[in-house]
């Protein structure tokens, strides 16, 4: 396999920005990173492939994820009233294809959190389809499988 570096760059320096948005709280700002068709996808199953058709702990398309946009920045959801200051780590970078504009990617993840018990870590894997876009990409798919997502996540007042 024939490792192309300059799209590995392009790729992490695109998926660095939306967790820096993230972690910066530019929600508006990322909502602008995702074609309208794309889908924000946080599984139960890690062995799922048919998100659509089993458990989620959240499964946005684009009206759904406007709608939890909404709820993040307008202090009236309990959860979001404390919204702490979070980190986001990535690494282990892969393509794993490039195929007619889209590029599927994956790597390791970790969101720490700060609240009022202390840092809370949530290790992920992440799994993107990113559409090209000019000279950049936009986000068609992010998958991110969270490590005992089967068990309860206390007050998750982010996106991962």
Known sequence: MKLDTQLLADVTAFLNIEADMLDNKEYHQWLDLWLES???IVPVDHNA?????????AYDNNKMRLARIERLTS?????TQLSEK?????????????????VRVRCAYCLYEDNKN???CYPANLQF?????????KIAEKVVK???????????????
């Open 75 to 79: 202090g009236n959801a309990v959860s």
């Open 118 to 120: 202390g840092v809370r």
């Open 49 to 57: 492939t048919d998100y659509a058709n089993t458990l989620n702990v």
């Open 38 to 40: 794309g889908l924000y």
């Open 129 to 137: 389809k990113l559409a090209r876009d000019g000279g950049s990409f």
């Open 86 to 102: 979070t980190v986001r780590t990535m690494s282990r970078f892969r393509i794993l294809d490039d195929v007619d504009g889209l």
């Open 146 to 160: 969270v490590m005992k997502s089967s068990q309860y996540l206390t007050t998750v007042s982010y996106l991962f």
